[in-house]
């Protein structure tokens, strides 16, 4: 009973405090894992008589080796092995999830995801308006903080019709906050995703009959005043303005400019040496010397082979894929986001209300990390694989029947 109230509480304060206090995420997840590996030993993995842990294990363990494959099959070891230290929590996960079977995922889940958003906007106002910073981060970059902030936004409201009315109350503040951090953080991909996301859920709510012709009307009347509202900012207005400047300069060095050559180059690299790529650790060395090397723009220029090679990543997950780990790695995290995707969207219309929640969080989440990948990594950076991992964990325990084979 008191370790289940103490791996309660870490869960609890994992996605409370993740975004606003620093390593707290890394700390409680190396807790859940390290408490569920002596509870997993214990109990002589019983838990892998439950076909969705056994999907879920299965699918996070054959992401990692498959970057091990990539890895060794390329040059700069040392530092492939590094990468893959970065991904290093598709590893313990599965031991994580073993203490979830024990926990009252129902309770804790919706309070600390609307929490954790409240907590990080009330930080990135601090940070924006008190601190005079340029951009809200949290305690990660930006672009992360964005996005996540975004993603646990439209979370905290997947199950608003269903709640009563102060639950509603605190999930409309929820997404109001999360949506205003999103804002604060200047992270253009982040505001695309609170349109999508919007639509992501009143598709479900459609599946579900949870809306009628009413619902529908208000809804999308919301959507339209956000995008509104979010095109008539000042702020907003000068960062689109800016990236429709740096589309149409190819050969700049600006963001813009930047990730589109990279992205160009990363694909012409990937067909060099297609089915098992580089290796991540190779990935912007590759593409930088393919840059200098082909490009009419950038040829022999050493300011540009120094600007490609400065980032860790080519600023979009599909072609980072390619080229790090071929067409195996892409292929492999195709299935690591779609089939449990699939298997949500199955178990979305159940009966069962607490399944049918935690169905909807897994469908937010995965298509949230489908759309970000296209301008961002979604691996390799420990906040966004500790999130992706515990909620996709947490979507297969609370949507599932627990069917053994």
């Known amino acids: 009973m008191l370790l289940n109230q103490l ?75 590094y990468k893959l230290g970065t991904n290093i ?3 313990f996960s599965p031991f994580a999830v073993v203490l979830l079977y024990k926990l009252n995922l129902k309770t804790i889940i919706p309070n600390a995801i609307k929490l954790g958003v409240i907590i990080a906007s009330v930080y990135a106002v601090y940070q924006y308006h008190v601190l005079d910073i340029g951009r809200a981060h949290g305690v990660s970059h930006p672009v992360i903080f964005g996005d996540l902030v975004t993603i646990m936004a439209f979370i905290a409201i997947s199950n608003l019709i269903r709640e009563n009315f102060l639950e509603k109350i605190v ?6 906050a999360g949506m205003y951090a999103s804002y604060l953080s200047a992270t253009r991909g982040a505001w695309l995703l609170i349109p999508l996301l919007f639509v992501v859920l009143m598709v479900v709510w459609n599946k579900q009959q949870l809306i009628n012709k009413k619902t529908v009307f208000i809804s999308l009347l919301v959507i339209g005043v956000t995008i509104f509202s979010l095109t008539s900012n000042d702020k907003v207005v000068k960062r689109v303005n800016k990236a429709v400047i740096e589309f149409n300069v190819k050969d700049s060095l600006s963001s813009v400019a930047t990730r589109l050559t990279m992205w160009r180059h990363g694909f012409e690299a990937f067909k060099q040496q297609p089915f098992l790529g580089y290796g991540l650790q190779n990935t912007t060395n590759v593409v930088a010397n393919h840059i200098e090397n082909e490009s009419n723009e950038y040829k022999n220029s050493k300011q540009a082979e120094y600007h490609f090679k400065r980032f860790d990543h080519l600023h979009n997950e ?65 906040l966004l694989n500790i999130f992706f991992l515990m909620i996709l964990a947490i979507a297969f325990i609370g949507s599932s029947t627990n069917k053994t084979i």
């Open 7 to 81: 791996m309660s509480a870490t869960l609890f304060l994992l996605f409370a405090l993740m975004l606003s206090v620093p390593h707290s995420a890394e700390l409680a997840f190396t807790i859940l894992s390290l408490t569920g590996l002596v509870v997993m030993l214990k109990d002589r993995f019983s838990k892998f008589t439950i076909v969705d842990f056994k999907i879920y294990t299965l699918l996070v363990w054959w992401f990692l080796l498959v970057i091990g494959i990539t890895i060794i099959n390329t040059e700069n070891i040392d530092m492939g092995i």
């Open 89 to 91: 929590h598709y590893l």
């Open 171 to 176: 999930s409309i503040i929820a997404l109001i």
């Open 318 to 382: 599909y072609i980072n894929t390619l080229v790090g780990k071929g067409v195996l790695g892409l292929v492999t995290l195709l299935v690591l986001l779609l089939l449990p995707l699939a298997i949500f969207w199955r178990r979305v219309t159940v009966t069962d209300l607490s399944q049918a929640y935690f169905a909807t969080i897994g469908i937010v989440t995965i298509i949230g990390y489908l759309i970000i990948g296209l301008t961002n990594i979604i691996s390799t950076q420990p």
